[in-house]
């Protein structure tokens, strides 16, 4: 039989790490008028963020396709101030 929680004590406070920060990195990053960022979360406080152009060659007009112009690994926590971002080289 499986069991629930049934007090406050039997709930495990979220981690820090729990947080998906990608959509606010998106907004945080500059960008060029014609890039569109992209930012995935790889692991714990480590994302991946790719800035993509759209490709302009003649190509099917289902097909969208695109070129990534600058890739970063990051690591981002958050503070009272907003993101912290780290640029992992």
Same mark, same amino acid.
């Given at each position: ?7 406050? @004590?039997?709930?495990?406070?979220? #981690?820090?790490?729990?947080? *998906? =920060? %990608?959509?606010?990195?998106?907004? %945080?990053?500059?960008?060029?008028? *014609? ?25 099917? =007009?289902? =097909?969208? @396709?695109?070129?990534?112009?600058? #890739?970063?690994? =990051? ?5 009272? *101030? ?8």
């Amino acid at each position: 039989m499986t069991e629930i929680a049934t007090t406050t @004590t039997d709930i495990v406070p979220a #981690s820090p790490h729990d947080e *998906d =920060l %990608s959509r606010q990195i998106e907004q %945080s990053m500059e960008r060029q008028p *014609d890039e569109r960022i992209k930012a995935v979360r790889v692991y714990d406080d480590y994302y991946r963020c790719n800035w993509w152009v759209q490709d302009k060659t003649p190509h099917a =007009l289902w =097909l969208v @396709t695109g070129v990534i112009r600058r #890739s970063r690994f =990051l690591r981002v926590t958050k503070t009272g *101030d907003g993101l912290l971002i780290d640029d992992v080289r």
